[in-house]
């Protein structure tokens, strides 16, 4: 079988890879750069965690996206990931990590309630003020996505099978006839087309559950006392202020990355990324009354990422016509179930499986792999 895949991201590689492992041909057509420094998947780190909150299908997922990283891992010869664990701090009456803990719990996982002296004991360079519950999971680490993409573009250069054509933008689809036709004007067939288009994707189809979110992420410089500390810190999802802070940890010598989880809802992927501080003084408003010596750390750079949002946070991975998939596992969560996605969708073209039942399953909503 024969597949063309659009864009290069976590999303369309990983298909590629799925579908290169089992044999099948693949073209994966990018736009820019392979990698492409302004795809969403194009970031140091992205986090992976089992508390989902009231998703339950996506924790359940959790354990075959770690067990498909380790497959990549194996395959690319490195493992691109730091384990940390999680810790979740919720207040202001806020229920996400009890929510979480109590899901997990019928998963037969457990995700302990930490007495807030203990928290404060263990993690001292938090302030816990505010906080009313603290959640801690020993699960969960720091995917070194930029690292990955970058390695799985260079292992699928080297696969017979493979071709991909950078600095090659798409400009239609035809998922009824399976066909692409380049800026260029070139046409390409295949057997199936997958769309995996990331924030771009409504140049391609009209799909109005889509909708790109531009977001903003602050890279740290932190002072040489508090590095050691900070560089064996767990990642931090903190949902106490007004505003929910998510805190990854500079391991293994990345970065110290803080983000929110407040969709703009706005903004286009291909505009101008410039952005300021000023757009974040809520954050740094909850940065400061929760990190101790914050008032030291330094903002070294900001950077400006897309999200493609659904107003449920499920993903989108459908057949939408005989010879072509939508694939859009985004909402701001997708990267840490970027392996499984790729091989079960491969998986899914290959073998007949019903697209229905993959498509309830990407959207977290079924149990198991689909069969
Ligand atoms: C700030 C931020 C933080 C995040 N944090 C996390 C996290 O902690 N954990 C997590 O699991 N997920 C996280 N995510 C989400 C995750 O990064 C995304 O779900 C994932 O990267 C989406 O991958 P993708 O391949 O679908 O899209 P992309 O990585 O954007 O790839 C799409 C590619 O398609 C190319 N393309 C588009 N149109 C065309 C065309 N017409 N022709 C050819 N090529 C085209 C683009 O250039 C791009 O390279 C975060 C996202 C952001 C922005």
């Known amino acids: 079988m024969k597949a063309i895949v659009v864009g290069g991201g976590i999303m369309g590689l990983a298909t590629a890879w799925g579908l290169a492992r089992d044999g099948h041909a693949v073209e994966l057509f990018e736009q820019g750069p392979l990698p492409n420094p302004l795809a969403s998947s194009m970031d140091e780190h992205r986090l992976i965690r089992h508390p989902y909150g009231d998703h339950l299908g996506y924790a359940r997922m959790i354990d075959q996206a770690y067990a498909a990283w380790d497959l990549l891992w194996g395959d690319l010869g490195e493992r691109l990931y730091a384990a940390t664990g999680t810790l979740a701090l919720t207040g202001n009456g806020e229920t996400w990590a009890a929510r979480s803990a109590a899901g997990l719990a019928r998963l037969g996982k457990s995700m302990a309630e930490l007495p807030l002296a203990d928290a404060a004991r263990r993690f001292p360079q938090l302030d816990m003020h505010g906080v009313e519950r603290a959640f801690w999971m020993t699960s969960g680490g720091v995917l070194f996505a930029q690292d990955i993409v970058a390695a799985l573009a260079r292992h699928l250069a080297g696969r017979p099978t493979v071709r991909l054509h950078a600095e090659t933008a798409v400009r ?7 066909r692409v036709v380049t800026e260029r004007g070139t046409s390409y067939g295949a057997d199936v087309v997958v769309v995996a288009a990331g924030a771009w994707v409504g140049r391609l189809l009209d799909d109005r559950r889509l909708v790109p979110s531009r977001q903003i992420v602050l890279y740290f410089t932190l002072p040489s006392e508090q590095r050691a500390a900070w560089a064996e810190a767990p990642m931090v999802i903190d949902k106490t202020g007004d505003v929910g802070l998510y805190l990854v940890p500079p391991a293994e010598g990345r970065g110290l990355k803080i983000g929110d989880h407040v969709f703009s809802r706005s903004g286009d992927p291909t505009a101008d990324r410039a952005a300021t501080v000023d757009e974040m003084q809520p954050l740094l408003g ?4 929760l990190i101790r010596g914050f008032e030291r750390w330094q903002v070294e750079r900001l950077k400006v990422c897309f999200y493609t949002v659904t107003d449920d946070e499920r993903f989108i991975v459908e057949k939408k016509a005989a010879k072509g998939w ?6 701001g969560h ?8 790729g091989l079960e969708l491969a998986r899914t073209i290959a073998s007949e499986r019903d697209p229905t039942v993959h498509a309830r399953w990407a959207a977290g909503l079924a149990g198991d792999q689909p069969t």
Not at 326 to 331: D, K, R
């Open 286 to 289: 909850r940065c400061r009354s």
């Open 334 to 341: 997708g990267f840490k179930f970027g392996a499984v996605m």
């Open 326 to 331: 939508l694939m859009s596992p985004c909402s």
């Open 172 to 178: 239609s689809v035809d998922l009824e006839g399976g």
